[in-house]
């Protein structure tokens, strides 16, 4: 009885060690490996590609409801609702520029830069809804987006940022390594950028960092810090993935949007030619 019992108790044994072993293998198998960053040849980390933020940041900053937007094209022209990208979900206006924020969006649909194809700015040319590429090099890194051949030159061989000749859409960008992180500093800016369609903005006081972080294959972390003193109280922060382009054969194509843009911009210049 007692040989019968062991050899028993003996089998138990054998059956679950082997399914402690399966279990293993299955938890082993299941959990990711380390992710290594590639390396470019002078060993930074590798942002080279065509790239895509996935949000409705570009309609509104935070967060926001569905809305009408354009009644003559029905759904098509509305604002779809979205989760907020702004840390804490606050924008810190001064009085006087959130009321200046206020009448922007009354006047959205003609006064937005985006709607004339004027330059989109920063950091609102990474969220446009289109694909912008990445082309890195040791001592520039060029961002190229399709919308309006907007594109800007990142120095990253300047050891402290140089003031902008002069200020522009895009303003001038300077870049160093934290890390594994490339740190971007833009200043140099026009004041005439809008931040999103919902009316937010700065002046042309405007600084903001960039971080850009390759977390795996396919994505990057992207974080703007907005400083602006003539507009808000504080400087506040933007963050979101971004998504590698996985499409055969991607690439970033021209939306040449200005020939779109002239009857808003000069319909009202046209002779009348029906007196």
């Not at 590609?49 to 509104?60: E, L, M, P, S, Y």
């Amino acid at each position: 009885m007692a040989y019968k019992l062991s050899r028993a108790i003996l089998a138990i044994g054998v059956v679950v060690g082997a399914a402690l072993v399966v279990v293993s293998a299955i938890l082993s198998t299941a959990q990711p490996s380390a992710y290594v960053t590639p390396r470019t040849a002078d060993g930074k980390p590798d942002l080279n590609g065509i790239w895509q933020a996935v949000n409705t940041a570009n309609w509104d900053l935070q967060d926001h409801q569905a809305q009408g937007g354009l009644p003559q094209m029905g759904a098509i022209g509305a604002i779809p609702p979205g989760q907020g990208v702004v840390e804490g979900n606050e924008i810190p206006y001064k009085p006087a520029a959130a009321a200046k924020r206020r009448e922007n969006f009354q006047k959205r649909l003609t006064d937005d830069p985006e709607v004339k194809c004027y330059l989109p700015g920063v950091p609102r040319a990474t969220y446009l809804p289109y694909p912008f590429q990445i082309i890195q090099g040791t001592k520039q890194i060029l961002m190229v987006y399709g919308y309006a051949d907007a594109n800007r030159t990142i120095h990253m061989d300047k050891a402290n940022p140089e003031p902008a000749p002069i200020d522009s859409w895009m303003g001038r960008s300077h870049g160093r390594w934290d890390g594994d992180t490339l740190v971007v500093d833009v200043a140099g800016f026009n004041g005439k950028a809008w931040l999103d369609r919902s009316g937010d903005f700065a002046s042309d006081s405007l600084h903001v960092i960039e971080r850009y972080t390759r977390i795996s294959r396919d994505h990057i972390t992207y974080e703007a810090t907005l400083e602006d003193p003539t507009v808000f109280t504080r400087p506040w922060k933007i963050s979101m993935p971004l998504y590698r382009r996985l499409d055969r054969n991607a690439e970033v194509l021209e939306f040449k949007c200005v020939e779109f843009a002239e009857e808003l911009l000069y319909g009202h210049l046209r002779r009348d030619t029906s007196k």
